[in-house]
Nanobody, 115 residues
């Protein structure tokens, strides 16, 4: 079955950086578009970025210019590099993918940015 496991979150001071990872299993990873989302307390989940199997990327305005998505098709990992973090970036960050008509999510990784 499809499984997504995020890691790399933590507590960081404003202006700092983190690299989030999402390891996928149960899919032919290199063929799948992978997405990163985030959900701040009391807010709806929002898309941050996606990357196609071929490596094309797109970013929403949520963190444009401060987030970089990448992937490793050997180890089945999608990364999200977060830079210049602000307290408003505090959220649970999730990866997702679609498989056979369903959307699969990881459990999320908490990012907390202190001022």
């Amino acid at each position: 079955q499809v499984r997504l496991v995020e890691s790399g979150g933590g507590l960081v001071q404003a202006g700092g950086s983190l690299r989030l990872s999402c390891r996928a299993s149960g899919i032919n990873f290199r063929l799948y578009t992978m997405r990163w989302h985030r959900q701040a307390p009391g807010k709806q989940r929002e898309l941050v970025a996606h990357i196609t199997g071929g490596g094309s990327t797109e970013y929403t305005d949520a963190m444009k210019g401060r987030a970089t998505i990448s992937r490793d098709n050997v180890y089945n990992i999608v990364y999200l590099q977060l830079n210049s973090l602000k307290p408003d970036d505090t959220a649970v960050y999730y990866c997702s993918t679609n498989h056979r008509g369903s959307t699969f999510w990881g459990q999320g990784t908490q990012v907390t940015v202190s001022s």
